[in-house]
């Protein structure tokens, strides 16, 4: 429920990934903390499983202070992480070192929030989408969010439960129909592209994928089918907007880096999605309180 008393009971929150673009994801969630907006149930996929945490922990400017790391001794990836940690990206540092050191998070906060929460992964066997939560174990809640967000090539495959995992976002990147079959017929979903803009893929990096997963045959194929995927995900988009069906939320500027170095850079995309969801607030109260028989422009960001 809203500070303005507009029921959220029945509506999802999606959240799309993007590495550092994701910065983005974290200033639109910080101001619906600011205003009291809590949704029932978030699924969260790579970086938008990093957001999932601080918002269902309501902790305004976790996400945004493991984003963004100034001092060189913080750093979670470049050159200096793959010396060290053998990877590119050092997940072990964000979902591990940062919530009880640099970063305290409030997992009492998060078990005890009453928000269904989930993660998106991509089991590395089947090739297929799994939807995992957690509601008591701490490590295993850090485990869910490094396997969502292990981009393939700059991360390690991630075991858990005997199986093993890599990014969600390669199998469901905008879980919108998982929301749906979770029997959230409206919801609210932030993306981290500009309208219009899709994963592509050229020779190379197929040849990249189909060499160092060749052992993994089901994942190739997810991999290279990718693309076909995230289009068609954005042609439902598009089909339930019109039927009033989901508000979506985008960036308006032209899109960072997804490993973006510069700290100033990813705060003013951070400060963008404030200033987005800020200016689309009104919009977003009105879709909240009307019935989903009731068709409607709900379109953000463009």
Not at 75 to 103: A, C, H, M
């Amino acid at each position: 429920m809203t500070r303005d008393g507009v029921k959220t009971n029945e509506v999802g929150l999606v959240l799309e990934g993007g590495a550092l673009r994701g910065i983005f994801t974290a200033g639109v969630l910080d101001y619906f903390m600011e205003q009291g907006l809590k949704f029932p149930y978030v699924v969260g996929v790579s970086a938008g499983a990093c957001n999932l945490l601080g918002y269902a922990a309501q902790q305004i400017g976790y996400t945004k202070n493991c984003m963004i790391q100034r001092e060189a001794k913080n750093q979670y990836f470049g050159v200096k992480q793959l010396i060290q940690s053998k990877t590119i990206v050092n997940l072990d540092r964000i979902f591990y070192e940062y919530p009880y050191n640099q970063l305290p998070f409030n997992f009492g906060a998060f078990f005890n929030s009453g928000i269904q929460t989930e993660f998106v992964v991509t089991n590395c066997s089947t090739g297929k989408a799994e939807y995992l939560f957690e509601n008591n174990d701490e490590h295993r809640l850090g485990t869910l969010g490094k396997a969502s967000a292990s981009v393939p090539l700059f991360s390690k495959m991630v075991e858990l439960d005997k199986q093993k995992y890599l990014d969600g976002g390669l199998t469901d990147s905008i879980p919108i129909e998982r929301a749906i079959t979770q029997g959230f017929l409206k919801n609210v979903v932030i993306l981290t592209r500009n309208r219009g803009n899709a994963p592509g893929m050229n020779s190379y990096q197929r040849i990249l994928y189909q060499t160092f997963y060749k052992d993994f045959p089901q994942l190739v194929e997810a991999i290279l089918n990718r693309p076909a995927m995230y289009k068609k995900q954005l042609a439902l988009l598009d089909c339930l907007q019109e039927d009033g069906k989901v508000f979506v939320i985008r960036p308006k500027l032209p899109e960072i880096k997804r490993f973006e170095t510069d700290p100033d850079a990813l705060e003013a995309y951070y400060q963008h999605g404030l200033q987005v969801a800020k200016s689309c607030w009104k919009e977003l109260q009105a879709y909240l309180s009307h019935s989903i028989q009731s068709p409607q422009l709900a379109e953000s960001g463009i």
